[in-house]
T-cell receptor
Framework: AQKVTQAQTEISVVEKEDVTLDCVYE???????LFWYKQPPSGELVFLIR??????QNEISGRYSWNFQKSTSSFNFTITASQVVDSAVYFC?????????FGKGTMLLVSP | GAGVSQTPSNKVTEKGKYVELRCDPI?????LYWYRQSLGQGPEFLIY????????DSGLPNDRFFAVRPEGSVSTLKIQRTERGDSAVYLC???????????FGEGSRLTVL
């Protein structure tokens, strides 16, 4: 069985602070894919990143960066210099040989 | 349209009624997924179609739930004898390839009174 744990239920920061969202996963599959999605108040899930289990290179996209560590089964997401528009619920998800499994999400509140 | 389209966006019904929710995926996407999201929770998998056939329906909670995709494009999720516990946002997603990213619609919010 697959499992995704996002231990942080809610995080509040002030604009321009850096923030890291944690994601820990469990799977017995040897090949798997990890994802992050953003769900703003409007409700639509927005794809952010996909990473396969053989690629442990960290990735940076603008203010977003992701740290994949297979040794600790973690796929953490960092937002640098947070902005109010970053306020949303962020979901980490895992897909092995079965379907995409989501964590419970972390609500990020960025205040001005 | 460019994205995944779901209708209706909101549906209010009474306990015991029958409901249909429709999903129109991104053109060319062969994989289609239904998820259900309750307040404060992550999306919960219901069923996955590859083409016209249901490749995995292990997430359907019981036999009141059924989904079809007769021509490999539009899909309909059908819920019989609705219960208050069925109230949730039903999300549809499509994907171009099996392990690719899923693109989600805005969801259909179902409220069972």
């Amino acid at each position: 069985a697959q499992k995704v744990t996002q231990a942080q239920t809610e995080i509040s920061v002030v604009e321009k602070e850096d923030v890291t969202l944690d994601c820990v996963y469990e799977t017995r599959d040897t090949t798997y894919y990890l994802f992050w999605y953003k769900q703003p108040p409007s409700g639509e899930l927005v794809f952010l990143i996909r990473r396969n289990s053989f690629d442990e290179q960290n990735e940076i996209s603008g203010r977003y960066s992701w740290n994949f560590q297979k040794s600790t089964s973690s796929f953490n997401f960092t937002i640098t210099a947070s902005q109010v528009v970053d306020s949303a619920v962020y979901f980490c998800a895992l897909k092995g040989y079965s379907t995409l499994t989501f964590g419970k999400g972390t609500m990020l509140l960025v205040s001005p | 349209g460019a994205g995944v389209s779901q209708t209706p966006s909101n549906k209010v019904t009474e306990k015991g009624k029958y409901v249909e929710l429709r999903c129109d995926p991104i053109s060319g996407h062969t994989a289609l997924y239904w998820y259900r999201q309750s307040l404060g929770q992550g999306p919960e998998f219901l069923i996955y179609f590859q083409g016209t056939g249901a490749a995995d329906d292990s997430g359907l909670p019981n036999d009141r739930f059924f989904a079809v995709r007769p021509e490999g494009s539009v899909s309909t999720l059908k819920i019989q004898r609705t219960e208050r516990g069925d109230s949730a946002v039903y999300l549809c997603a499509s994907s171009y390839r099996q392990n690719g990213e899923l693109f989600f619609g805005e969801g259909s919010r179902l409220t069972v009174l």
